[in-house]
């Protein structure tokens, strides 16, 4: 299922991409070919020697909208500069300008490092009082922007996925290395005690007194605080310790889709940080509903894991299903392997 | 339900710091030599997370394309009249696709629908409610499979999305039943 939910993404963001693509270059999205006209102001005077001119650009709205066909209107004016070489004159937008769309991919396209939008100045003309002109600018041409973007997206995420796989390393030591003393001082055991009758109808290939059940109740616990730092190092960790009672270990056993399943539901009586970060005091009125939903789900994750395991496909490839049979086959056939 | 608020909070303030201490503390009065078994325990730290990026890489680059494509504005356009026939506001789709795939993605979206539609509007709560009882799923099993080299997930994509799904349906009504209906 993952294979083909992972290749899916990938062909369809290419695919997506290409839509898009082409739909903008058939609507002339980006006017590549015509100067988009801009109003200069410059605060210290029109100087058509000097070299570098700061200014301020101004973009009539109702022309960039119609120019476009977007309804996005440009701010009052944007600070800049222009720039006179004797192949041309530039104009330059400040760097990190909150420019509208479709400006703001224009820049995202063109400038990969410096965040600046840059335009060739086709036609200026000056007014007499030379502390404005009227000119028109001509951005270079963007030829399929999604397809730049997905690309740069692969990169970019994966250099964020080894960043977040190396920051956890901190944090898995600590309690990776807490989990340890806990073991050795026999807290796990005693945990395994207390909550096996808890545990075990969702996790029935667990054998009586293993410290996976342990590991197992302090992830879960965890997650219902909203311990998001905790959680993981200790769901991993009961990972580890049912991959020791799994056969075959490129396989999923049904308790790790048990556990998996359990975690994506996520019960949590603590709303997460980041949406109290985004939501502020808002979460308050949504704790109740959020608690009932996560309550819901859990219940109809456990329900889609155990019927799921006992569809004839998900059956045939459980680890331990695998093993038992060939332990029976050993088993039944004792004169094969004699005569061999 | 403040009341049960304000324990919660306290409880989360003081269960980390008395995990933290609580811990050596216990293995010591066991006769545990603490030390020794914490950097122990603490060296499978590197092992592990070096183990996870193969699996963090794989996952996460395929959702970024994802992404950038623009294939959630083709989404939303394709589902918008399904879902508003059966009374799914089509607004919080967004939310309902990303959140399983990222969570600084899906906190951007509710960002966003507070600028659009006000921190009051009903449309705003489903999507927190949607965030706040779903995981990223992919993230989970890039890291918990991955951790233990596990690459045949068999039904834990499918157990993940079900439970998924389910909380996005029950949020949306349920918010709607709670907080009024979608003016729209």
Redesign the interface.
């Known amino acids: 299922m993952l294979n083909y939910i992972w290749a899916g993404l990938i062909i369809s963001s290419l695919a997506f991409a290409l839509v898009s693509d082409i739909r903008d270059t058939a609507n002339d999205r980006f006017r590549n070919d015509d100067p988009l006209s801009v109003t200069l102001e410059y605060p210290e005077g029109y100087r058509s020697e000097a070299r570098s001119v700061p200014v301020r650009i101004r973009i009539d709205p109702e022309r960039y909208r119609s120019f476009y066909g977007v309804d996005e209107t440009p701010a009052d004016g944007y600070q800049g500069s222009v720039i006179r070489t004797q192949r041309g004159t530039q104009l330059r937008f400040g760097t990190g300008a909150p420019l509208p769309d479709p400006l703001s991919r224009i820049r995202r396209f063109s400038s990969s490092a410096d965040d600046e939008l840059q335009g060739t100045l086709v036609t200026e003309t000056p007014t007499p009082d030379s502390s404005e002109s009227v000119a028109a600018v001509q951005f270079s041409p963007v030829r399929f922007p999604r397809l730049h973007d997905i690309t740069q997206a692969a990169f970019d995420f994966a250099e964020t996925a080894a960043e977040i796989a190396l920051g956890l390393i901190g944090v898995l030591a600590l309690f990776l290395g807490l989990l340890k003393i806990a073991e050795a001082g026999g807290l796990i055991h005693q945990i395994v005690r207390v909550a096996e009758p808890l545990i075990h109808p969702f996790f029935p290939e667990i054998p009586k007194g293993h410290p996976a059940i342990g590991m197992i109740v302090l992830n879960l616990s965890a997650n219902v605080l909203g311990l998001g730092n905790a959680a993981t190092p200790l769901g991993i960790k009961a990972m580890e310790e049912l991959q020791e009672l799994n056969p075959s270990p490129d396989t999923a056993t049904n308790s790790m889709v048990m556990l998996l399943a359990m975690n994506t539901a996520s019960v949590q009586l603590v709303p997460p940080a980041l949406l109290v970060a985004v939501m502020g005091l808002q979460v308050n009125e949504l704790i109740l509903p959020i608690i009932l939903v996560t309550g819901s789900s859990l219940i109809i994750a456990v329900t889609a894991a155990k019927f799921l395991q006992r569809l004839p496909g998900y059956r045939r490839s459980d680890p331990l299903r695998l093993a038992a049979e060939e332990v029976d086959d050993a088993a039944s056939s004792p004169s094969t392997s004699e005569d061999t | 339900?403040d009341l049960f608020?304000i324990i919660?909070?306290y409880?989360?303030i003081f269960?980390?710091p008395l995990?933290?201490v609580g811990?050596?503390l216990?293995?010591l009065?066991?006769g545990?030599p603490?030390y020794e078994?914490?950097?122990?325990?603490?060296?499978?730290?590197?092992r592990?997370?070096?183990m996870?990026?193969p699996y963090?890489?794989?996952?996460?680059?395929?959702?970024?394309?994802?992404?950038?494509?623009?294939?959630m504005?083709?989404l939303v356009e394709i589902l918008h009249p399904v879902l508003g026939a059966i009374g799914f506001p089509p607004e919080v789709l967004p939310m309902a696709i990303i959140r399983?795939l990222t969570?600084?993605g899906s906190?951007a979206i509710?960002?966003d629908m507070?600028a659009t539609y006000g921190?009051d509007s009903v449309l705003?709560?489903i999507a927190?409610?949607m965030?706040?009882?779903?995981?990223t799923?992919f993230y989970?099993?890039a890291?918990?499979?991955g951790?233990?080299?596990?690459?045949?997930?068999?039904?834990?994509?499918?157990?993940?999305l079900?439970?998924?799904i389910?909380?996005m349906i029950?949020?949306a009504y349920?918010?709607q039943w709670?907080f009024g209906k979608v003016m729209v």
Do not use: Q
């Not at chain 2, 963090?56 to 294939?71: D, E, H, K, P």
């Not at chain 2, 965030?131 to 995981?135: A, D, H, L, R, W």
């Open positions: 339900m608020r919660i909070d409880f989360a269960v980390l995990l933290i811990l050596p216990y293995g009065i066991k545990v603490v078994e914490f950097v122990d325990g603490a060296k499978e730290g590197f592990v997370a070096v996870i990026i963090l890489v794989a996952i996460l680059f395929a959702i970024g394309m994802f992404r950038a494509s623009g294939a504005d083709f399983p969570g600084s906190a509710v960002a507070i921190e705003v709560k927190g409610v965030f706040g009882s779903t995981e799923t989970v099993i890291v918990y499979f951790a233990v080299n596990i690459k045949k997930t068999r039904h834990a994509v499918p157990a993940g079900t439970a998924d389910a909380a029950l949020a349920l918010v709670i």
